[in-house]
């Protein structure tokens, strides 16, 4: 890889309810253009409080299994001191703690290497507050139905 950091910035439209993303597709294009056959490191990371990056197989279970032990660990009730808008939107800014909001893998030859079955994913709780959105309201008309993640590769 170059001896200068590479950055890029994705913008993603994920929705208004909790989403696993696979992200790997992305990183691979970013790396064809940056890392140019070479081994080194990917780090990637979104810069939001509710949502992380995480190393999982998808399209097999895995990601609803995923998002379901996000549930039992986090119920969303009235248990959080976090409480500004939606009743249980506490739990989405403790997820973080829990999927944490980077990640940094190998690349050798210019390839993410990876296991046979996994994928980089960004993992988002459900969007419950959705009147809170601070600099996402700019990107979007929408914001009720729209949220945008911009992650740094």
Not at 43 to 58: K, Q, R, S
Request: charged share 20%; aromatic share 4%.
């Amino acid at each position: 890889m170059p001896d200068a950091f590479t950055t890029s910035v994705l913008q993603l439209t994920t929705g208004d309810t909790e989403t696993v993303t696979d992200l790997t597709d992305d990183c691979e294009r970013f790396l064809s253009r940056a890392a140019v056959g070479r081994d080194g490191l990917l780090n990637i990371f979104v810069p939001h409080a509710t949502a992380g990056i995480a190393i999982l197989e998808t399209g097999a279970g895995s990601d609803d299994d995923l998002l379901a032990t996000l549930h039992a660990l986090l119920p969303a009730d009235d248990r959080y001191q976090h409480r500004h808008g939606t009743p249980g939107h506490g739990r989405d800014h403790v997820l973080p703690a829990l999927v944490a909001p980077h990640a940094t893998l190998p690349v050798i030859g210019g390839r993410l290497e990876l296991g046979t079955w996994q994928s980089v994913c960004l993992v988002e709780s459900k969007a419950s507050n959705l009147d809170n959105f601070g600099d996402a309201r700019a990107l979007t008309p929408d914001v009720e139905h729209t949220r945008h993640w911009i992650l740094r590769i």
